[in-house]
């Protein structure tokens, strides 16, 4: 099933505060997460990847706050709410499969762009995902919701 589409792509390059660099694509590895990221090849693959829909940024803006790109730590921007798939679900990037893994979790460096900002995007910031099938994510590729008896 169709879900959306890739609107941005970004990593945080190795040896870097975080600060997420705008890419045309990404090379997402197995049980590593996104090629260049600083946060790649760690013990939480399960956590290696985020993804957030532009939902969050939408709410911030309608409370007068003004976020910058990537600001919310997102390695793929989605053109829908990622929050409306469940934890265990399957989605199709360009070759990448993803499995969501768990929600963000609350996170207090979202308040330099304003205090009230992770209670108000809590249960909408975005997704951490683990890498299934390597491949590479481009903008503008389409989201698939993959049902179990497809991967087989």
């Known amino acids: ?12 390059p190795a040896g870097t ?22 946060f790649a090849n760690s013990k939480r693959c399960e956590r290696s990847v985020m993804i957030v829909g532009t ?13 910058p ?12 709410d990622p929050h409306s798939l469940e934890v265990g679900s399957k989605i ?4 990448v499969l ?5 929600a963000c979790t609350l996170c207090s460096h979202l308040t330099q762009y304003h205090k009230d900002l992770p209670k108000l995007i809590l249960k909408h910031r975005g997704v951490y995902c683990k890498v299934l099938k390597s491949g590479i994510i481009k903008r503008e ?6 049902e179990e008896k497809e991967i087989a």
Not at 3 to 10: A, E, F, I, M, P
Not at 55 to 67: Q, R, S, V
């Open 1 to 12: 099933m169709h879900l959306g589409k890739v609107l941005q792509l970004y990593i945080a």
């Open 17 to 38: 505060s975080g600060v997420r660099r705008l890419r045309d694509s990404i090379e997402l590895i197995e049980s590593y997460g996104v090629v260049g990221d600083k």
């Open 55 to 67: 939902k969050p940024y939408n709410m911030a803006k309608e409370a007068g706050i003004d976020l």
């Open 69 to 80: 790109a990537a600001a919310l730590g997102e390695n793929i921007l989605l053109d829908f």
């Open 92 to 95: 199709s990037l360009g070759d």
């Open 98 to 102: 993803l499995e969501i893994t768990a």
């Open 141 to 146: 590729d389409s989201v698939i919701l993959v």
